[in-house]
């Protein structure tokens, strides 16, 4: 138990894909889609690679909703943390960041059907809401385009769990057996598997482009992304709404990282100071839920229909750490890989490289390892480097953490703010973290010219996302 002390969280269970298959019942209507890129060689490839750009962002956070209001509140260092409800008073973690009526949230029924949002979980439901923003912000009218060629890939690391929660419940309230089988919904095990939100998404707008969900814990979100700029680098779609979601703010499931020591119980009394990357008092990370999405097009489809551009999404890298299936690789070096692959796929140098989006979880090892990655790979200029952990803020949001915060590194480009990595109050110089972690206040830069996004997931999974400075023709 002591050895997951501090451990690097990313979502849960082990890695994998999936789509539910058509059936004859109501709820089973997704389309089956393969999730094999194509049958051509790397070579060709290569020859049809295509420039992808970023042209609608939406979140659902603890800080915000919507693609403007999520920023400024990082921006503004608003954070998004607090006390959480009574259900978690005998825990030894009781503070958490929901998403609430306070931020805007009013429910699923301002962006799906009242009956559909029943029969889904809340993940559903923020996914559904994240992609509805994301098309607006892009100004992209679905009944205008070539729907065979738009594509959706939103993952999620638990699914609907707080479905199966309340299902549970009312099973084993009831006796098991006949009589808790009746109290069941008939809508449960499509609510909870993690590629539902893609599915239907995809019904509701009639996506019928490359489709499913991917599952790699806290490496989903931006797992979901790389692959989506694949489908769009090799020609096989125009466009694709990617990211990921969660809402695991359950009993159940905070009980169980409570159990694995892996969150903070120092500031339970201060729910805004709780998380706190890269600082000596940090003691675990904050749990939150959400859901970020971003609109992916290819340079040429965006440029024919006037879109305006956030910037290019040019880079992306996947590795496994093969080391433990919950602490990082403790010299950094699964993740060190995914960044340099990223690069090295974006034909970005590592000193182009004016800001990171750090995973940064507020525990020991996650903060110290990832210091020590960024510095194999970009070396003296990560010195030179703003990072930032918007975890400081929103939590820890699981697998929509790489959906978020790829959002964070498209508005960091567009408009030359950096949000701050809050309560840097003291450094932990005696683990490395010795970086410019932007503490505090947030910086305006001049010009950034490429940035970086980076998350780790239980398994050993490293992802890494890098986007560029979109200059129109190079």
């Given at each position: 138990?002591?050895?997951?002390?501090?451990?690097?969280?990313?979502?849960?269970?082990?890695?994998?894909?999936?789509?539910?298959?058509?059936?004859?019942?109501?709820?089973?209507r997704t389309q089956r889609r393969s999730c094999t890129l194509s049958s051509l060689s790397m070579a060709d490839q290569m020859q049809v690679k295509k420039k992808v750009v970023i042209t609608g962002v939406g979140a659902v956070s603890s800080v915000g909703i919507g693609a403007q209001s999520f920023f400024q509140a990082l921006v503004d260092g608003k954070s998004g943390i607090i006390k959480m409800p009574s259900w978690a008073d005998e825990y030894p973690c009781r503070v958490g960041s929901l998403v609430s009526e306070s931020v805007g949230w009013n429910g699923p029924e301002d962006y799906m059907d009242k009956k559909e949002a029943r029969r889904q979980g809340r993940y559903t439901h923020f996914a559904m809401a994240a992609a509805k923003i994301a098309l607006e912000d892009g100004k992209l009218d679905v009944t205008k385009v070539d729907k065979d060629r738009l594509g959706v890939i939103?993952?999620?690391?638990?699914?609907?769990?707080?479905?199966?929660?309340?299902?549970?419940?009312?099973?084993?309230?009831?006796?098991?057996?006949?009589?808790?089988?009746?109290?069941?919904?008939?809508?449960?095990?499509?609510?909870?598997?993690?590629?539902?939100?893609?599915?239907?998404?995809?019904?509701?707008?009639?996506?019928?482009?490359?489709?499913?969900?991917?599952?790699?814990?806290?490496?989903?979100?931006?797992?979901?992304?790389?692959?989506?700029?694949?489908?769009?680098?090799?020609?096989?779609?125009?466009?694709?709404?990617?990211?990921?979601?969660?809402?695991?703010?359950?009993?159940?499931?905070?009980?169980?990282?409570?159990?694995?020591?892996?969150?903070?119980?120092?500031?339970?009394?201060?729910?805004?100071?709780?998380?706190?990357?890269?600082?000596?008092?940090?003691?675990?990370?904050?749990?939150?839920?959400?859901?970020?999405?971003?609109?992916?097009?290819?340079?040429?489809?965006?440029?024919?229909?006037?879109?305006?551009?956030?910037?290019?999404?040019?880079?992306?890298?996947?590795?496994?750490?093969?080391?433990?299936?919950?602490?990082?690789?403790?010299?950094?070096?699964?993740?060190?890989?995914?960044?340099?692959?990223?690069?090295?796929?974006?034909?970005?140098?590592?000193?182009?490289?004016?800001?990171?989006?750090?995973?940064?979880?507020?525990?020991?090892?996650?903060?110290?390892?990832?210091?020590?990655?960024?510095?194999?790979?970009?070396?003296?200029?990560?010195?030179?480097?703003?990072?930032?952990?918007?975890?400081?803020?929103?939590?820890?949001?699981?697998?929509?953490?790489?959906?978020?915060?790829?959002?964070?590194?498209?508005?960091?480009?567009?408009?030359?703010?950096?949000?701050?990595?809050?309560?840097?109050?003291?450094?932990?110089?005696?683990?490395?973290?010795?970086?410019?972690?932007?503490?505090?206040?947030?910086?305006?830069?001049?010009?950034?010219?490429?940035?970086?996004?980076?998350?780790?997931?239980?398994?050993?999974?490293?992802?890494?996302?890098?986007?560029?400075?979109?200059?129109?023709?190079?």
């Amino acid at each position: 138990m002591m050895m997951l002390r501090g451990v690097v969280f990313a979502a849960t269970f082990m890695a994998s894909a999936s789509a539910f298959q058509a059936g004859p019942s109501p709820f089973l209507r997704t389309q089956r889609r393969s999730c094999t890129l194509s049958s051509l060689s790397m070579a060709d490839q290569m020859q049809v690679k295509k420039k992808v750009v970023i042209t609608g962002v939406g979140a659902v956070s603890s800080v915000g909703i919507g693609a403007q209001s999520f920023f400024q509140a990082l921006v503004d260092g608003k954070s998004g943390i607090i006390k959480m409800p009574s259900w978690a008073d005998e825990y030894p973690c009781r503070v958490g960041s929901l998403v609430s009526e306070s931020v805007g949230w009013n429910g699923p029924e301002d962006y799906m059907d009242k009956k559909e949002a029943r029969r889904q979980g809340r993940y559903t439901h923020f996914a559904m809401a994240a992609a509805k923003i994301a098309l607006e912000d892009g100004k992209l009218d679905v009944t205008k385009v070539d729907k065979d060629r738009l594509g959706v890939i939103i993952g999620s690391g638990i699914g609907g769990v707080e479905f199966f929660e309340d299902n549970c419940n009312k099973f084993t309230a009831a006796g098991g057996g006949a009589s808790g089988l009746k109290k069941v919904s008939p809508f449960l095990i499509p609510a909870l598997i993690s590629n539902t939100a893609s599915g239907i998404v995809a019904i509701e707008i009639g996506a019928k482009g490359p489709n499913y969900g991917v599952v790699s814990a806290c490496a989903t979100g931006s797992h979901a992304i790389g692959d989506a700029l694949s489908f769009l680098q090799t020609g096989q779609a125009d466009m694709m709404l990617a990211g990921g979601s969660e809402a695991a703010m359950t009993p159940l499931c905070f009980a169980g990282f409570a159990a694995m020591r892996a969150m903070v119980t120092s500031f339970n009394d201060e729910p805004l100071r709780a998380s706190r990357p890269y600082d000596k008092r940090r003691d675990g990370f904050v749990m939150g839920e959400g859901c970020g999405v971003v609109l992916l097009e290819t340079e040429e489809h965006a440029l024919a229909r006037g879109a305006e551009i956030y910037c290019e999404l040019a880079g992306y890298g996947a590795t496994c750490d093969a080391h433990h299936i919950t602490a990082p690789h403790p010299e950094g070096l699964g993740l060190a890989g995914a960044i340099r692959m990223a690069l090295n796929n974006g034909g970005v140098k590592p000193e182009e490289v004016d800001y990171i989006n750090s995973h940064g979880t507020s525990t020991p090892y996650n903060d110290k390892f990832e210091t020590m990655a960024f510095k194999k790979v970009l070396g003296e200029h990560a010195y030179k480097t703003k990072i930032s952990s918007t975890k400081s803020m929103m939590g820890h949001t699981l697998g929509a953490a790489g959906g978020l915060e790829a959002i964070v590194c498209a508005k960091v480009i567009k408009t030359g703010w950096v949000p701050p990595t809050l309560n840097l109050e003291q450094p932990d110089l005696d683990d490395g973290c010795d970086l410019d972690y932007t503490p505090n206040k947030a910086v305006k830069l001049e010009r950034v010219r490429a940035a970086i996004s980076d998350n780790l997931g239980f398994g050993g999974h490293n992802a890494a996302l890098v986007f560029k400075e979109y200059v129109k023709g190079k």
